[in-house]
């Protein structure tokens, strides 16, 4: 244990000390009650006491709002402690097994396997990780970025608090994405970067959102259709630019063009450092330094072991730019927020009491949606009353509900 801490203090603490040095007394978090300075979180995060696991001992839990997730971090970088970072809607996963070496960062996560597990990460995969973006966008020359979707979720974990924490670059949390929200927070500052999703993209194109202050606007999640990325440069002047990666293996290509792609399977090219192979059925493989650590449950055929991740993707290699093809993976992709199809069914089940229930996703007329939740239970067609469905559906979040119902075998 002792030399898991040094190795910690050494490569996390040590840069947030150089930071600390540099901005103590200027802005690092805005959220809804006010703003925290970079010494603000620190005096905040060295008074946090870490929770106990009985796997993985003293650690800290980040979950919640923007603000707790930023200061456990912070606690587990200056304490030399792991942090788990968890969805503020779901429960804690206790990991069922450890890797051999120490543990920085762990992620809860679904992805594109449909299995909700822990992904384990070393300090020095989460700096290979977070330096790569901050290089690739240029995140040096922004003022500021806005967080308008969950920190939890790698995508804005390593473009925005991460980036606090690690490069000194201030983030702006807001609790919802809405349009509102959104233009007070444009509103305080002069260059912001702003990653969303694309279902938020277009709700904010829809809005009428002014994003005249947006100097570097990124999207990731799901495939970035032509037709919304020329909408934004028509109305707002924007180039809206593409980022993919999984939460294994981190950022692994980027759109860093001004001109607008004349593909929509277009989805960058290999950031530096990171290398792109084809795996079996076309799966693309990663090979890179933010390869993390592994699962703490692996499913037949997987590879997740540094340096190397197979991922669930099928993308086309064309030099070192890649053209998305399809996801092989169980996992269910709305609106860029990746589900579990057993975790749905098994709601579903407990709530009917009907053991027959599978739930698949299936693409949607949407394409910002990506997919709809379809939902085939053992029962006649006659029963599938909206009463029951919602009675089935009362302990599902929104984005879990079906939108489909079907009867999944023939019964008399």
């Not at 967080?147 to 473009?159: D, E, I, K, R, Y």
């Not at 606090?164 to 949390?173: S, V």
């Not at 703490?296 to 072991?305: C, I, K, M, V, Y």
Request: proline share 7%; aromatic share 6%.
């Amino acid at each position: 244990m002792r030399s898991f801490a040094i190795i910690l203090r050494h490569m996390l603490a040590d840069r947030w000390s150089q930071i600390l040095a540099e901005k103590a007394d200027q802005p690092a978090l805005w959220h809804p009650e006010g703003v925290l300075t970079f010494q603000d979180l620190h005096d905040q995060a060295k008074q946090w006491s870490p929770q106990l696991c009985e796997r993985l001992g003293p650690y800290f839990l980040a979950q919640g709002d923007g603000f707790s997730i930023i200061r456990a971090l912070l606690a587990g970088m200056i304490q030399g402690l792991p942090v788990q970072v968890v969805e503020k809607d779901r429960q804690r996963r206790v990991p069922t097994a450890l890797p051999a070496q120490p543990v920085a960062l762990i992620k809860q996560t679904v992805g594109s396997s449909g299995v909700r597990r822990c992904q384990f990460f070393s300090a020095t995969q989460v700096l290979a990780d977070v330096d790569r973006l901050h290089l690739a966008l240029g995140l040096h020359e922004q003022s500021v970025a806005l967080a308008p979707l969950s920190v939890a979720h790698s995508f804005g974990l390593t473009t925005t608090v991460l980036q606090t924490l690690l490069h000194g670059l201030p983030t702006h949390w807001l609790p919802t994405p809405f349009p509102s929200g959104i233009a007070e927070a444009l509103a305080m500052h002069k260059r912001v970067f702003l990653p969303g999703v694309p279902a938020m993209w277009r709700a904010w194109l829809l809005a009428g959102l002014n994003l005249g202050r947006v100097s570097l606007a990124v999207c990731a999640g799901s495939p970035l259709t032509l037709d919304l990325e020329s909408r934004l440069r028509e109305t707002c002047r924007l180039k809206l630019h593409n980022l993919y990666g999984t939460s294994e293996c981190g950022a692994i290509s980027y759109d860093a063009e001004d001109a607008p792609r004349s593909s929509a399977a277009d989805i960058g090219c290999l950031l530096p450092g990171v290398q792109a192979q084809m795996g079996p059925e076309g799966r693309l493989s990663v090979t890179s330094d933010a390869v993390g650590l592994g699962y703490d449950a692996t499913l037949p055929g997987e590879l997740f072991h540094p340096p190397e991740h197979l991922t669930w993707d099928r993308v086309r290699l064309d030099g070192q730019r890649l053209y998305w093809e399809s996801c092989l993976g169980s996992g269910i992709n709305v609106a860029s927020r990746k589900l579990s199809p057993a975790e749905i069914a098994a709601k579903i089940s407990a709530a009917t009491g009907i053991a027959a229930v599978t739930v698949l996703g299936v693409p949607s007329r949407d394409p910002e949606r990506v997919q709809d939740i379809v939902c085939r239970i053992g029962l006649p067609a006659t029963e599938l009353t909206q009463s029951f469905k919602a009675a089935a559906c009362a302990a599902l979040a929104p984005w879990e509900v079906p939108r489909r119902w079907e009867v999944l075998c023939a019964l008399p």
